[in-house]
């Protein structure tokens, strides 16, 4: 029998008013309860996951993909630990933002309160079922998790933990809601739902993420490819812009926020290049520039192409370009960039506050590495990914960007006139 | 020829850039002048406004929709003070919302910044081309509008106001497009422009409302319909709950924030109903009722179906209902509301304080009448419409929600270990 996804998305619907009533202290009980049972269950968890170890080797998956989805000792300790960094957040729910007062004794105020029903559509990975499971139990959203086949057994155990935390402590479990199917079609089914389902939450691959924006009927908060550029000013501190540079493609260049392109203003180009040039041989990364970058060392720079300026890498790969103006830097930024993160590296007062007000992107850096574009580092504890898009949220989605600020209004009697 | 639509799109994503560097001087000059050239040019606009009236006469629209269309003086000289208002409202790109600094040394903030291309897409009256079109100017938005055919040379006229003060003031003409054409396909070929346009504003009916929500790849911020409640707690103050109510429903009834459904706890109601039935019966409201409203005057108020808990009548109509308890009230509300704007008259600190909090509606109110919502009595100055969505913004859409914070990371040098 197919797998009811309306029945599940009613019942998250239903439950997420009573949400509204649920005290921090109840939440926070059940993320730490959480955290104990999933140490208490290693074994369990471990026998389920080998299953979904074992049908991803029989179906070939790739050594890289069954990676991602091992959860070892390390990995389900690191889930414990996520569920009590999140517990001890400052709960955003009835935070008030803003409180006025209008000439007719009116107060207006702006209070935090949940999303209602979130969504969630995730691949491989199956800590992000704790990770987005536990944001959702303290910003008191009820959740819906479906999680990609090839970790099904490893989801749906953990997910029962949450849901056994949540009984034992009171937080309804029914807010705690698995799409336990690897029927393909559950998703398009779930995405037209928005009746029930608040807000749709896509993580992975881009394939994944253009298919729910073009097929969910609610809003959907992407996180597209990262495209992050270092522009290295002519007034740049030469060790600072050499060892960010270097920290920005290297230290771990198959995430989102790693360097893709790197742009050099041509009067520090002499003094700055010939060096980066050596660092990068070094490190091996590959190097595809315009032909003034080429004329450092011609025969390891290969020549880039319009389309290297578009490319996420996810690589060893660099693509590199020596710009005549800030302003030249920023152009090629707002126009090939994925308005992800991007860095400049100057000692000018006036071109540091110029880059950050005109480089439209999630997170603009003076003088620090891309790489540091991340829920955690920010200091907003977990994530539930980086928005690219323009409402809502951008950058980091942390807790507080699970709540929405709702008009409250105090009055004694008040009419309009 | 068809109307060049992606066209005009592109051309505002590019001047969107140009946007982020002009000055609040340049916007705030930008409104002054517009709002003078729409009093010098009155001539000019009524003529225009008289061949929409005509055409509009010969298609056969209705008297509400011909009154809907008309600029007379008292509404070009609205539009003037709306120009005025927005101006003197402060900017709010730019603002540095939150700041904090990380066990690195990194100083990590949130600042505002404009959406970027804001298309909205509205019915008949023009006056929307003004007041949307001076909201995205302060808010540094380039603004696609797409107005009603029966409004096309209303509107163009308008737009033609703005391009001429924009440019005589120094504000990039191109951030203000005009969808100048009444090919019904225009809105279809705009709604597939993602890679341009930002946030897609739907103004108008909930047919228009529809279209855009299922057709549009970019968000959408919606302003559904308003079925909206007044809950008369058994500890209301009487006079209260009768003003509140009566003004909540007669002072203007066919708007979104009029109230449509009143709920009445038991134990208050020998006390309130019977006079608050004589204050609607006089100015003429139809009632509907559960069983024991009707007992109060059976010939008078009419049964209630189910429909009529969902209804929004826009009409002197209105559902009654007899709840037992406060969590029946709130249940109902957010069962059969529409989530827009509701309100409890209660003298009960408790009471007062837990519809606050459970109800989920864009605007709660406390001994106030619902007919508040809106941006202008908030203090938010103009408002773009009234958001029913759960991202972005809930209740009336300001200056500030055309906005949305990016994060500004300033360091001096660090990478990431």
């Known amino acids: 029998m197919a797998f009811d996804v309306e029945r599940v998305a009613k019942i998250a619907k239903e439950v997420s008013y009573k949400l509204l009533g649920i005290s921090t202290e109840v939440k926070d009980r059940t993320l730490l309860r959480a955290a104990e049972l999933i140490e208490e269950k290693r074994d369990l968890i ?9 049908a991803g080797e029989e179906k070939g998956l790739s050594k890289a993909m069954l990676d991602r989805l091992l959860l070892n000792e390390k990995r389900i300790k690191g889930m414990a630990q996520v569920l009590r960094d999140v517990a001890s957040l400052s709960d955003p729910v009835g935070e008030v933002v803003k409180m006025w007062t209008r000439p007719n004794g009116l107060r207006i105020g702006k209070m935090r309160v949940p999303l209602g029903v979130v969504a969630i559509i995730y691949e491989s990975r199956p800590n992000v079922t704790v990770e987005a499971g536990s944001l959702c139990i303290k910003s008191s959203n009820a959740v819906i998790l479906k999680g990609g086949s090839e970790a099904i057994n490893s989801n749906r155990v953990l ?6 935390a949540a009984t034992s402590e009171g937080f309804p479990e029914e807010a705690i809601q698995f799409i336990d199917t690897t029927e393909r079609k559950a998703v398009k089914e779930l995405l037209l739902l928005d009746q029930y389902v608040d807000v749709v939450i896509p993580r992975g691959g881009e394939g994944l993420i253009r298919f729910v924006a073009e097929n969910a009927r609610m809003p959907v908060i992407k996180h597209y490819k990262g495209v992050c550029h270092v522009f290295v000013d002519k007034f740049a501190d030469l060790e600072k812009a050499w060892n960010i540079c270097f920290n920005a493609k290297v ?7 790693a360097m893709e392109t790197m742009l050099v203003h041509a009067e520090i180009a002499d003094a700055f290049m010939p060096t980066m040039i050596e660092l990068f041989k070094k490190a091996k990364v590959e190097l595809r520039g315009d032909d003034r970058t080429r004329s450092y060392d011609p025969d390891y720079v290969k020549p880039a192409t319009e389309e290297d300026w578009y490319a996420e890498y996810l690589d060893l790969i660099l693509a590199v370009r020596i710009v005549d103006s800030l302003e030249e830097a920023i152009d090629h930024i707002n126009t090939y960039g994925s308005h992800h ?4 590296v100057t000692e000018n007062y006036t071109n540091a506050m110029k880059f950050l007000n005109l480089v439209d992107s999630a997170a603009v850096y003076v003088n620090a590495s891309t790489r540091f574009t991340d829920g955690n580092v920010f200091g907003l504890g977990a994530e539930m990914g980086i928005s690219t898009d323009k409402v809502h949220v951008r950058g980091p989605m942390g807790l507080e960007d699970l709540t929405i600020p709702k008009y409250i209004i105090f009055g004694n009697g008040q009419i309009r006139e």
Chains 1, 2 share one sequence.
């Open 46 to 54: 471990e026998a389920e996951n080998r299953k979904d170890l074992i």
């Open 159 to 164: 997910v029962n933990i949450l849901k056994e």
């Open 251 to 257: 230290q771990r260049p198959g995430v989102c926020n």
């Open 341 to 344: 993160s991007d860095a400049i």
